[in-house]
């Protein structure tokens, strides 16, 4: 029996970005399958934030086509735009947060933006996101000023998953992260996509973050696509500017503490945490 193909949210094709004489991209073609962790690498200059910006409409590519949950992003209208970005949430690297608003009213910011709301159900459902990131209650009422930096990334996760989106955006989620912060987050991100089946696009260059979560990795180089695959593939490819790129001692230290890291949680207890999750939503 044929296999379903597996269906992509995001496709660009033939995708050119030039600011005046320079070339960021140049025929670029990249996909992203419904529910997988994609992480995007490449060295500096390769386009890898271009890249986000043009998917989330931040801006325009100056050829190609980009398709994100099934609609052409490059030739949509300003109301039908507003409307896609609801379904999707971003979290900017440096956290992105509003310093002169706590971050209860943070997290809430996209709810009173986007829907009609109470102030009393968006107060209660911006908690419950909070809540979900690992966070204790009080630091609702702190300013993004008075986090630590595993805390303002969590912070910042949580409001990106205000409006219960389909696709997450985490522009180097673990940057300027201590380890321990760092697995934290990144084992974060793997319990959100199991518990909500999110599709998650990571810039990165974490390569702890790679082997511990990424199920395929995008290279990006000589204003392209290079390779496509699961780490263990690119560490293999026969291509030299890739293998390069993941060879040596941080590269196999990094696989190695992945191999030997206990799962987050089975598959059970990801079911009963989902279900302990729904049923709050409920009683919320």
Do not use: C
């Not at 996209?110 to 419950?128: C, Q």
């Not at 696989?255 to 059970?268: I, M, S, T």
């Amino acid at each position: 029996m044929q296999q379903a193909k597996t269906e992509n949210v995001i496709e660009m094709r033939g995708v050119t970005t030039r600011f005046g004489e320079h070339v960021v991209h140049e025929n670029l073609d990249f996909d992203v399958r419904r529910g997988e962790i994609m992480a995007v690498v490449g060295g500096s200059g390769s386009g890898k934030s271009t890249l986000l910006r043009e998917i989330i409409l931040l801006q325009k590519p100056a050829a190609g086509s980009i398709h994100v949950l099934g609609e052409d992003i490059t030739k949509m209208s300003e109301e039908a735009a507003l409307d896609l970005r609801r379904r999707w949430g971003v979290m900017f690297q440096s956290g992105g947060l509003f310093g002169s608003l706590n971050v209860l009213e943070n997290i809430g910011l996209p709810l009173r933006e986007h829907t009609d709301l109470s102030d009393t159900l968006i107060d209660r459902i911006a908690a419950l996101k909070l809540s979900l990131t690992g966070l204790e209650a009080d630091a609702a009422k702190k300013l993004p000023s008075e986090l630590s930096g595993g805390m303002l990334k969590r912070a910042a996760l949580a409001r990106a998953l205000a409006l219960d989106p389909e696709l997450l955006f985490l522009d180097e989620p673990t940057a300027g992260l201590d380890p321990a912060s760092a697995d934290g987050v990144d084992q974060l991100v793997l319990q959100m996509r199991d518990t909500f089946g999110l599709t998650v696009v990571v810039i990165t260059h974490d390569l702890d973050l790679l082997w511990s979560i990424a199920d395929r990795v995008a290279m990006l180089g000589e204003h392209r696509v290079l390779a496509v695959g699961t780490m263990e593939e690119l560490t293999q490819s026969e291509l030299p500017a890739v293998r390069e790129y993941f060879e040596g001692a941080r590269t196999a230290a990094a696989r190695r503490r992945a191999e030997h890291q206990p799962e987050a949680a089975n598959a059970q207890e990801r079911k009963v945490e989902k279900r302990e999750v729904e049923s709050t939503w409920k009683q919320k």
